[in-house]
């Protein structure tokens, strides 16, 4: 996908990310490092009084993954995830489908984050979708984007990379 050839190319040798969106195109860098990520539904929580949505998931390092690529002896455990904290600002409201909120161990992989305006040229208000697999979604009504990602941990090998069925073939 087009979203991992563009992580691959940002992490490559970056021990901790930390990223922060402020409009439309800085939050395309944070959802192609998020593609794939895997997080639980307790693991997540709006903060309506302190206008904030925050997020603790296991990323996929696509950088880690575009490394292997070009060393092609490289040890099976060539994968990594990495804990990260991913944090939406002035968040006005929240809602969720195909999320059942009293599943707190229920587990969601990210596919995507994406921001579309809904004020028009003179306000940067509008809603950021994260995107799972399985049909499931939380739109975020926001003032404007405002997102930091920051990792939080060493990384772990995994054996496994995520797959899709477009990058079969």
């Known amino acids: 996908m087009v979203f991992q050839a563009f992580a691959g190319r940002l992490s490559a040798s970056m021990p901790d ?5 402020l409009d439309a195109e800085d939050l395309n860098v944070i959802s192609a490092h998020l593609q794939d990520a895997l997080l ?3 693991e997540m929580t709006y903060l309506p009084s302190e206008k904030r949505f925050v997020v603790i998931a296991n990323r996929f390092d696509w950088g880690k993954l575009a ?3 070009s060393k092609p ?3 099976s455990e060539k994968f990594e995830r990495r804990r990260t904290g991913i944090r939406f600002e ?3 409201g929240a809602k969720l489908q195909g999320i059942d909120l009293k599943d707190k161990r229920a587990a969601l992989a990210l596919l995507a984050i994406t921001f579309e305006p809904t004020g ?3 306000t940067p208000e509008g809603n950021v979708t994260l995107t799972f697999s399985g049909a499931a979604a939380i739109r975020l009504h926001v003032e404007c984007v405002e997102v930091e990602l920051k990792d939080l941990g060493a990384a772990w090998a995994t054996k496994h990379s995520p797959e899709h069925p477009e990058d079969a073939g």
């Open 67 to 69: 490394e292997a690529k």
């Open 90 to 92: 002035r968040v006005l």
């Open 40 to 42: 639980r539904v307790g």
């Open 73 to 75: 002896h490289a040890p």
């Open 120 to 122: 028009g040229s003179e």
């Open 17 to 21: 990310l930390k990223l922060i969106a």
